[in-house]
């Protein structure tokens, strides 16, 4: 194989960007792309010149097409998924890989059981900085690893404005620092305490924040703290931390600055986004680039992509949990499920 032909499903917020970088990477070829929303998708395809298909299952059908990205809506991912491991098209899955345990599971075994590649999003996984870290971890100069600390938060207006009553704080935020954690510490967790607030976003019923802990069977702990009620005026989009201890070293990462401040009488002070999916010239940049182009790669070479299906399937395990300590005030211990 040359080159990947690929196709996109939903061009919604997620899907327009991944249609763009498609479009322009090396090693690849955008064949189209297929949205609920038909004039969404004309709108989208009229800009990167791309075909439009009618859905997901006539744009499976193509013989022209050899993988797919989905970009649906978290809870909406079982049927695209499946259609398409069944298809025999591999698969690049935005996070998390479901919102459902048993779903989750069902798309992990029918990629295997269909020889295809699944990539789940994760896309903090391409992100250097933590990369940086993980390698520090894993070279051993921190020594083990006794506590784990991250912080994601953003404004209101931006996940609950475009989510509304159907976000999930959890399996659509924290869920990329429960991947991340999971990751740099490869120790199981066995006991979870979560606590929520919901204040701001009251009235769409979602929550606006929540504090968890996790115990890891070696003893080690975490703490994950998530906010998306920030002020409209915060001058970032996502203001986050990681910070690990060891026996032999400390290691952080913050992604709230960015090395770049603009202030203007307008727009008052902003932190641009410089490692996510910068666009400059019409073309998209950071991590989200990367993220994909990991992706064709895999399939072009028969590389791993960074992250396997079976974390996937954990990160939203630990998420689960930490959603049901939350809902009935209770820890949830991991170690007899
Ligand atoms: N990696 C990240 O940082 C990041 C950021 C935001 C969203 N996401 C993920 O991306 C995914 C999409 O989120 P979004 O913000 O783009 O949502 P969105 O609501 O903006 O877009 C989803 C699109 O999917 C379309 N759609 C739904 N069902 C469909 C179907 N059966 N066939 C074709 N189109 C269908 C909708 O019409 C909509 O246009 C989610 O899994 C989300 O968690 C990832």
């Given amino acids: ?102 779903e989750a599971e069902i798309i992990a075994k029918e990629a295997a059981a269909n020889n295809v590649k699944l990539a789940v999003g994760h896309l903090l996984r391409y992100d250097s900085r933590y990369r940086m870290l993980k390698y520090s971890i894993e070279s051993g100069e921190l020594g083990e690893i006794t506590t784990i600390y991250t912080r994601r938060n953003s404004p209101i207006s931006d996940g609950p404005a475009r989510y509304g009553k159907h976000g999930n704080l959890t399996l659509h935020v924290a869920v990329h620092d429960i991947d991340l954690v999971l990751w740099m510490m490869q120790k199981k967790p066995i006991r979870v305490h979560a606590e929520s607030v919901s204040i701001a976003n009251k009235s769409l019923g979602i929550e606006d924040a929540i504090f968890a802990t996790i115990k890891f069977e070696d003893g080690s702990i975490g703490c994950l703290q998530y906010n998306w009620a920030l002020p409209k005026s915060f001058p970032t989009h996502i203001d986050a931390k990681m910070q690990v201890v060891g026996t032999k070293g400390f290691g952080s990462v913050d992604c709230s600055d960015q090395g770049v401040w603009i202030c203007s009488d307008s727009e008052g002070l902003i932190f641009p986004d410089l490692t996510h999916w910068p666009e400059f010239s019409g073309q998209i940049a950071g991590d989200l680039r990367e993220e994909l182009s990991g992706f064709v790669n895999s399939i072009l070479h028969e590389e791993d992509f960074a992250i396997t299906p079976n974390e996937a399937v954990e990160s939203v395990k630990l998420a689960l949990a930490i959603i049901e300590s939350i809902e009935n005030e209770t820890v949830v211990n991991l170690a007899t499920k």
């Fill in 1 to 102: 194989m040359k080159e990947v032909r690929i196709g996109v499903i939903g061009t919604g917020f997620m899907g327009k960007m991944h249609a763009n970088i498609f479009s322009r990477l090396p090693n690849c070829r955008l064949v189209g792309i297929t949205d609920k929303n038909s004039r969404e998708a004309s709108e989208v395809a009229k800009k990167i010149n791309t075909r439009v298909f009618k859905d997901y299952e006539e744009l499976l059908l193509s013989d022209e097409i050899d993988a797919v990205s989905i970009c649906v809506s978290d809870a909406e991912h079982l049927g695209p998924a499946v259609a398409a491991a069944k298809a025999g098209k591999h698969i690049l899955l935005e996070k998390p890989i479901a919102t459902i345990e048993q």
